[in-house]
Nanobody
C-alpha cells in the first residue's frame, strides 16, 4: 500500500488549507484513515481520524476548525483546515489502516505564518 499526500503549503493565520492522501496498491479493506502531525516539542500527535463507519476522532486542537472526509471509491482522505494558527505549523502525516496494518504517508509541511 502506497500513500500519496498532497497540499503542502504556506498560509497566513486565519487562512485555510486542504490536504489529501490517496491510498493505492493492494487494498482489501480500509479500517480507518487519519492525520497526525509532528510537532517540535510534543512529537507526533493525532489530529483527526475517520473510521470505516464514518465515526471521527478529533484532537482538542482540531475541534471546530478541522474536518475530515473520505472518498471510499478513490481510497482518499481529505483534511480541511480552517482558521489556521501559527501553532498548527507542523509536518502532517496521513495514516491508513488496511486490514489491521498501519501505513504512513510521507510528511506534508504546513506552515502558518504572516
Amino acid at each position: 500500500v502506497q500513500l500519496q499526500a498532497l497540499g503542502e503549503g504556506l498560509v497566513q493565520p486565519g487562512g485555510s488549507l486542504r490536504l489529501s492522501c490517496a491510498a493505492s496498491g493492494t487494498i482489501s479493506s480500509i479500517n480507518s484513515m487519519g492525520w497526525y502531525r509532528q510537532l517540535p516539542v510534543n512529537g507526533r500527535e493525532l489530529v483527526i481520524a475517520i473510521t470505516s463507519g464514518g465515526g471521527t476522532v478529533y484532537a482538542d486542537s482540531a475541534k471546530g476548525r478541522f474536518t475530515i472526509s473520505r472518498n471510499n471509491t478513490k481510497n482518499t482522505v481529505y483534511l480541511q483546515m480552517n482558521s489556521l494558527k501559527p501553532e498548527d505549523t507542523a509536518v502532517y502525516f496521513c495514516k491508513v489502516k488496511v486490514s489491521g496494518r498501519d501505513y504512513w504517508g510521507k510528511g506534508t509541511l504546513v506552515t502558518v505564518s504572516s
